[in-house]
């Protein structure tokens, strides 16, 4: 295991449709985390894993959003319904609970074209 | 909520010139400090990382950043560049222990 891991790379999908995109962190993180990034910006917070509870949602993840970490490994950001400002790069990100986020580990990220 | 300003959306320096790229963020209390870098088409790598201790922290190519807790900054800065330092570079600080939150970023050009 050498880092975190997403999948897709690069989607490119049609306007009112859903995506999918799966995250698997490094082996021994507990901690996993979504971030999205538009074009020119920082990433930006969507939430935040502990094994497999969802501890926290930013208010830019709207109902149309879903994140799962079901067995508390891999993770799935779905969006259903896409619409054209859903396009961005999702970034995940896994870091071990030692107490204080130190060393956050991203993946290379999902770039999601709504078209 | 905390905040992160970025003072410069792009730095375009020629190669072996020293840069510097500004990063000031508004917490007012204890926090930590980040500076990642994202080269094209890839996701966001650690440069360095301020915790505690000592206010110089120094990454292993070169790049170096302060912090400075009456000014609220984190500069980047870096002696001599090179061309393979071309890249996106992203200051963040944390909030609480759940995330980052990050500048705008900062594009750095390096022309021959």
């Known amino acids: 295991d050498t880092g975190v891991s997403q999948d897709p790379r690069h989607k490119i999908t049609k306007r009112g449709q859903n995506v999918t995109f799966r995250c698997d962190p490094i082996?021994?993180?507990?901690?996993l985390y979504w971030y999205r990034q538009t074009l020119g910006q920082g990433p930006e917070f969507l939430t935040y894993?502990?094994?497999?509870?969802?501890?926290?949602k930013s208010r830019l993840l709207s109902d149309r959003f879903s994140a799962e970490r079901p067995k508390g490994s891999f993770s799935t950001l779905e969006i259903q319904r896409t619409e054209q400002g859903d396009s961005a790069m999702y970034l995940c990100?896994?870091?071990?609970?030692?107490?204080?986020?130190?060393?956050?580990?991203f993946g290379q990220g999902t770039r999601l074209t709504v078209v | 909520a905390q905040s992160v300003t970025q003072l410069d959306s792009q730095v375009p320096v020629f190669e072996e010139a020293p840069v510097e790229l500004r990063c000031n963020y508004s917490?007012?209390?204890?926090?930590?400090l980040f500076w990642y870098v994202q080269y094209p088409n890839q996701g966001l790598q650690l440069l360095l990382k301020?915790?505690?201790?000592?206010?110089l922290v120094e990454s292993i190519n070169g790049f170096e950043a302060e912090f400075n807790k009456s000014q609220t900054s984190f500069h980047l800065r870096k002696p001599s560049v090179h061309i393979s330092d071309t890249a996106e570079y992203f200051c963040?600080?944390?909030?609480?222990?759940?995330?980052?939150?990050f500048g705008q970023g900062t594009r750095l050009t390096i022309n021959p």
């Open positions: 990100a896994s870091s071990s609970s030692s107490g204080r986020l130190i060393d956050a580990f």
């Open positions: 082996s021994e993180h507990n901690r």
């Open positions: 894993f502990q094994n497999e509870a969802q501890l926290e």
């Open positions: 917490s007012s209390v204890s926090v930590y």
């Open positions: 301020y915790l505690s201790g000592s206010t």
């Open positions: 963040a600080v944390s909030e609480g222990a759940q995330k980052l939150v």
